[in-house]
Each structure stands twice: as structure tokens, then as C-alpha cells.
């Protein structure tokens, strides 16, 4: 497994609504899990904010389908949902946590890095992005 060596920062897209209720959620979420309610909240702070019609298709939004390749070379194919519709085992996951996290916003083409729970830097890629009415 290929261990990334410095943090990237991709430029991020986010539709209105999105932005919206992903602040309402991160602050929300401050006092139970203040360390992915935080990540989220610098995410949605560097976010650029589109109207949601304007939203490129290739951008992963809550609810999209989304192929992503690991730093490790795995390929995984996972919904973005919010916590009470997580199910790793049907893969959806959801975006309060570092994975979740790390792909909202990114469009296809892109890398970022993020920490694991063990605080291990890793990297991720999407590969593919399907919007939630096509997959």
C-alpha cells in the first residue's frame, strides 16, 4: 500500500441545499463527535456554493453513487447518506465519517487525502460519480 506523504486539498462544489443542511448536521454533531463535526465544517467552509441546478453532474452530493480507488488500489462503490441511512453492509455510508467526509464536494478526477480514526494519513481518488436518481 502506497502511504501518501502530504495532504491534498482539491477544490471542492457543493449545491445550496447540501451546504445547508451538511452545516446544520456538523454543528449538530460538535458535542458527540467534535473531531468529523469540525473536518466537516473546514470542508463546507472551503466549498465553493452553486445553486443546486448548477451543480455539475460529476460532483459527489448527498445521495450520490460514487466509485472511489483507495491509496491501497481497492476500488469501492458506496452511496453518500446521512447517519440514520448509514449501512455499511449495503454500502451506504455516511457522510459523518472521515471517508463520508472526504468525498462530499470532489468530482471525478480527484484526490484527497484525509485521516483515518487512527489518525493514519490516506488517500482516495473518485473514479466515478452517479447521481442518486441513476444509481
Known amino acids: 500500500m502506497t502511504q501518501p506523504t502530504r495532504d491534498l ?3 471542492l462544489v457543493l449545491g445550496t441545499t447540501d ?5 446544520r448536521l456538523a454543528r449538530a454533531g460538535l458535542d458527540r463527535m467534535p473531531d468529523l ?3 466537516l465544517l473546514d470542508e463546507l467552509d472551503r466549498a465553493r456554493v ?15 453513487r460514487v466509485v472511489y480507488r483507495t ?18 453492509a449495503a454500502g451506504k455510508i455516511s457522510v459523518m ?3 463520508g ?24 481518488t473518485v473514479v466515478e ?3 442518486a436518481a441513476e444509481a
Request: proline share 5%; charged share 30%; net charge negative.
Open 71 to 88: 491509496n491501497g488500489g481497492a476500488e469501492q462503490d458506496v452511496t453518500l447518506v446521512y447517519p440514520a441511512e448509514a449501512d455499511i
Open 50 to 64: 452553486v445553486e443546486d441546478a448548477k451543480l455539475p453532474e460529476d460532483v459527489v452530493r448527498m445521495g450520490a
Open 19 to 23: 451546504h445547508e443542511t451538511l452545516g
Open 129 to 131: 460519480v452517479k447521481a
Open 97 to 99: 465519517t472521515p471517508i
Open 101 to 124: 467526509t472526504a468525498l462530499i464536494g470532489l468530482k471525478a478526477g480527484q484526490s484527497i487525502t484525509w485521516r483515518d480514526r487512527a489518525d493514519k494519513r490516506q488517500m482516495l
Open 9 to 11: 486539498s482539491p477544490r
Open 37 to 39: 463535526a469540525e473536518t
